[in-house]
């Protein structure tokens, strides 16, 4: 059974500095999914990995895969406070249509 | 381009009573089409989801039902609600098999049983 986990849960982080946000999955899945969800909205996605190694990048947000470690990082660079949001990982569960979602990371970036 | 509609956007329903949220989509054919729900400050738990026509796969036994009567209609239903049947919930869309695009969201609905 596919499980993935995020960490941290919670991050209050001041804006200018730098952080990362771990997703680790526990069976093989070679999709891995970032999305945003801002306080009673939906969600957005960010960005899509495709394949060990790949790394996205948008504006302050860079995503990355390793699939033989089980892990995608989101990493923050010079934190604005715009970036305030709940982010979530999903993976792609292999030969079916459906994602496992991440508890998710509540991220408060203060002035 | 494509567009996800769900309604309402917020219902009130008291114990016991039925339910019926829909959603649509515009713009693409034979899409994937997924209800999720989200319990307060928690994260996404898939209920149903649908590769065609009345197909439906169910994933949490419960009091909700879903179908798909048309290509791009999914609609989530239950006969009488429960308390813990309150939060937010969301429908989602994708295409094709290798899931090389994300799942897309609707703007969600949010539930409160009484």
């Known amino acids: 059974e596919l499980k993935v986990e995020q960490n941290p849960l919670f991050l209050s982080m001041q804006e200018g500095k730098n952080y990362t946000i771990y997703c680790n999955y526990s069976?093989?899945?070679?999709?891995l999914y970032w999305y945003r969800q801002d306080p009673g909205k939906s969600l957005e996605s960010l960005f899509v990995l495709l394949s060990n190694g790949a790394v996205k990048q948008e504006g302050r947000l860079m995503a990355s895969l390793d699939t033989k470690a089980r892990l995608s990082t989101l990493h923050i660079t010079a934190a604005v406070h715009d970036l305030s949001a709940t982010y979530f990982c999903?993976?792609?569960?292999?030969?079916?249509?459906?994602?496992?979602f991440g508890q998710g990371t509540r991220l408060t970036i203060n002035p | 381009s494509q567009t996800i509609h769900q309604w309402p956007a917020t219902l009130v329903q008291p114990v016991g009573s039925p339910l019926s949220l829909e959603c649509t989509v515009e713009?693409?054919?034979?899409?994937?089409l997924y209800w999720y729900r989200q319990a307060a400050g928690r994260g996404l738990q898939l209920l149903f989801y649908s590769v065609g026509i009345g197909q439906i796969s169910s994933e949490v036994p419960q009091n909700l039902s879903a179908s798909r009567p048309q290509d791009r209609q999914f609609i989530l239903s239950s006969k009488k609600l429960l308390l813990s049947d309150s939060g937010f919930y969301l429908c989602a869309w994708s295409v094709g098999q290798k899931n090389n695009q994300p799942q897309h969201f609707g703007d969600g609905t949010r539930l409160s049983i009484l």
């Open positions: 999903a993976a792609l569960i292999q030969g079916a249509q459906k994602l496992v």
């Open positions: 713009g693409t054919s034979n899409p994937n």
């Open positions: 069976t093989t899945s070679d999709r």
